[in-house]
């Protein structure tokens, strides 16, 4: 099983993917919302780091060391590595220069070709819109060379940064999304394993299946079994028509 030590770069051979690097706000944010990505990212061979920036200490199901015990154990089935970064605690994150930087610094060490981030839509826990925030000028600080707080580290430029969304009201309406096709076998089945993973929330309501029935129904638009909608932050790239497979609408 993977470490849960912070991932130290390495070179990258031309074969080998950049990592996948994903941010959440608190302990279970980034299974819920897009775990079901990490999975199908690890199965084929990306490396993925997830770093969480609270220890969920404002929520009313679970202790701080309870919730980090989930984290780990979600990050070892998910076949990620993780990190906890204490910035301004759960339900006081504020945006400030300083933590852009501070994450950037992460991008800078991970090194990374997507970022995953919580959507900015405001109607939804507040520390999630701020982290996308955080997270969208981290992108852009570190690939500034002469920033006097990163010099340190080179300056990277991620390939994309795509926005998650943990409900549907969080979900962008002024951004078409890409879907995750999630049908590849035991992906789904690791995707549960490490929602069920935060036992403490999961006691609580019934959020394993909440995030399944919209899966299911984005999956069920392109005829598939299930689907996670990504928001690109910037237009997507593509070398050509052959690497847009198929669009959404199936029937």
Not at 39 to 45: M, N, P, V, W
Not at 193 to 208: G, I, L
Request: proline residues 7%.
């Amino acid at each position: 099983m993977p470490s849960n030590d912070p991932m130290k770069p390495t070179p990258n051979s031309p074969a080998e993917p950049l990592p996948l690097l994903a941010f959440g706000a608190h302990p279970d944010d980034i299974e819920f919302g897009c775990g079901g990505v990490i999975a199908l990212e690890t199965r084929s061979g990306r490396g993925a780091h997830l770093v969480v920036c609270s220890g969920g200490e404002s929520g009313t199901h679970g202790s701080v060391e309870e919730r980090a015990a989930e984290a780990a154990k979600a990050a070892d089935i998910l076949g990620a590595t993780l990190e906890f970064v204490k910035l301004d605690g759960d339900a006081r994150l504020e945006l400030k220069a300083s933590h852009a930087i501070r994450l950037a610094s992460i991008i800078r060490r991970v090194r990374p070709g997507v970022v995953l981030a919580p959507s900015l839509v405001e109607n939804q826990h507040p520390d999630h819109a701020r982290l996308g925030r955080l997270v969208r000028d981290a992108a852009r600080l570190a690939r500034y060379g002469g920033m006097a707080e990163l010099k340190a580290q080179p300056p990277h430029g991620i390939g994309q940064l795509f926005y998650y969304a943990l409900t549907a009201e969080s979900e962008p309406r002024d951004i078409t999304p890409i879907l995750i096709d999630l049908s590849e076998a035991g992906v789904v089945e690791d995707w549960i394993s490490a929602m069920e993973a935060h036992a403490s929330q999961t006691r609580a309501r019934n959020y394993v299946e909440l995030q399944l029935l919209r899966a299911r129904l984005r999956g069920a638009a392109a005829n598939v079994s299930h689907a996670i909608a990504l928001y690109p932050n910037d237009p997507p790239v593509v070398g050509g028509l052959g690497s847009v497979c198929r669009g959404a609408r199936r029937f």
